[in-house]
């Protein structure tokens, strides 16, 4: 099965910027589709961004919609999340998330994905 390990988290003050990144291994990352999320203290987990296996297709939620950046780099088995001009709003955990899909497809429901890593915090200070 797809493993998932997240990494590039950490604390940064608002305005400011982090780049996640989510690597696959036990098979090529190429025929997934990937999506962020993300979740905060005693809240839902909510959707960030996903990008279609042929890595053509992205969407964003419209609370990170100008800010973050999706973005799949098949060679290095990995899907990466460029976080710019963070808020407070921003702060979670986040976890990356992979179903096989068709090379167009892209997901924004959380029950769709079959495959999760562990997450990686995300601190944005006011």
């Known amino acids: 099965q797809l493993q998932l390990a997240e990494s590039g988290g950490g604390s940064v003050q608002a305005g400011g910027s982090l780049r996640l990144s989510c690597v696959a291994s036990?098979?090529?990352?190429?025929?997934?589709?990937v999506g962020w999320f993300r979740q905060a203290p005693g809240k839902e987990r909510e959707f960030v961004a996903t990008?279609?296996?042929?890595?053509?297709?992205?969407d964003t939620s419209d609370s990170v919609k100008g800010r973050f950046t999706v973005r799949r780099d098949i060679h290095q088995n990995a899907v990466h999340l460029q976080m710019n001009n963070l808020k407070s709003e921003d702060t979670a955990v986040y976890y990356c998330?992979?179903?096989?899909?068709?090379?167009?497809?892209?997901?924004?429901?959380?029950?769709?994905?079959?495959?999760w890593g562990q997450g990686t915090q995300v601190t944005v200070a006011s």
């Open positions: 036990g098979r090529a990352f190429a025929a997934y589709t």
């Open positions: 990008i279609s296996w042929s890595g053509a297709n992205t």
């Open positions: 998330a992979a179903v096989h899909g068709s090379s167009a497809t892209v997901a924004k429901s959380a029950s769709e994905y079959d495959y």
